[in-house]
């Protein structure tokens, strides 16, 4: 009899006098049983039994499988359903912040697009209260057109879009995003605090800056 065969002979013979004979046999090959008949007998017995009843490992692995498939599935209804609209959605701001009351001037000046000019926004640096004048509309008074286009990284408005005339076409009077010379108009309302330079796209000499501050009112 082989050694591997042994677990299936004790098995199929389940008497102490067979399991001693395992023993008998152990020690035949030169080795020394590790516990007492009895034990052995239990051991090999419970080990039968679990081969006996291979489905109650299947069933175990098949409610893992299961479960898993469970939490992908849910995980996946979460992203597209909940998260994915929730963080596209547009944040909700005061009508005080969308449509202030107040509009903060700037002017393109005269002779703006000669390099030497001393002005060319007036003023270069303007200072917007958030919820009170943070529209800040530019008016051309040179006699050639203008652009205002945010510095790089440019900043997008989460409502109003890009900050650059050039990207409201349909704001500037129909001058595809050009300030027409002599009185054309170009606004924007900033609805978030900070600092956001800018220069005219081909007259990059002409630069100003928008400076956007907290209502403390």
């Not at 009508?95 to 000046?109: G, L």
């Not at 609805?191 to 630069?207: D, L, N, Q, V």
Request: a neutral charge.
């Amino acid at each position: 009899m082989k050694y591997e065969s042994l677990t299936n002979y004790v098995c199929s013979n389940k008497s102490k006098a067979q399991v001693k004979k395992v023993c008998d046999l152990q020690r035949s090959f030169g080795l020394k049983p590790i516990c007492r008949p009895r034990t052995i007998f239990l051991v090999l017995e419970v080990s039968h039994n679990i081969e006996q009843k291979p489905h109650d490992h299947n069933t175990t692995a098949g409610i893992s499988i299961a479960a898993f498939v469970v939490v992908v599935v849910v995980s996946l209804a979460y992203y597209q359903f909940m998260y994915v609209p929730e963080a596209n959605a547009k944040p909700t701001f005061t009508t005080s912040i969308t449509t202030p009351m107040q509009t903060t001037e700037v002017t393109i000046v005269k002779d703006a697009l000669l390099q030497s000019s001393k002005d060319h926004f007036k003023p270069t640096d303007v200072r917007a209260v958030l919820g009170i004048s943070n529209r800040v509309e530019w008016t051309n008074n040179d006699s050639v057109a203008h652009t205002v286009t945010g510095d790089d990284p440019q900043y997008e408005d989460v409502v109003n879009g890009k900050f650059d005339s050039l990207a409201h076409p349909d704001q500037t009077g129909g001058a595809n995003g050009f300030l027409e010379p002599g009185g054309g108009k170009w606004s924007f309302t900033f609805t978030k605090m900070g600092e956001y330079a800018y220069h005219c796209s081909p007259h990059p000499w002409m630069k100003g800056e928008v400076a956007v501050v907290e209502n403390f009112s």
